[in-house]
């Protein structure tokens, strides 16, 4: 049984979220934009940022399998 994040996820939870097994990957997520809310010294991510994150970082897949990334199939 898979259980419910919060809407506003601590790190842990986060990693969960975007189903990743490393802090240094979330890391790299905020330093490439992702939205951290901070008060004080607690810091959260709101579902709704990580989404718009994933949203803003789609790529389009052209045909014959190539995208962006890999030019050559």
């Not at 802090?23 to 959260?44: Q, W």
């Amino acid at each position: 049984m898979q259980t419910q994040l919060p809407k506003q996820m601590n790190y842990k939870q986060a990693l969960k979220f975007f189903n990743i097994g490393s802090y240094n990957t979330l890391y790299l997520y905020i330093e490439d934009g992702l939205k951290v809310t901070k008060v004080g010294s607690v810091k959260r991510i709101d579902q709704d940022d990580a989404n718009e994150f994933l949203e803003s970082h789609k790529v389009q897949q052209h045909r014959e399998g190539k995208n962006e990334f890999n030019e050559a199939n």
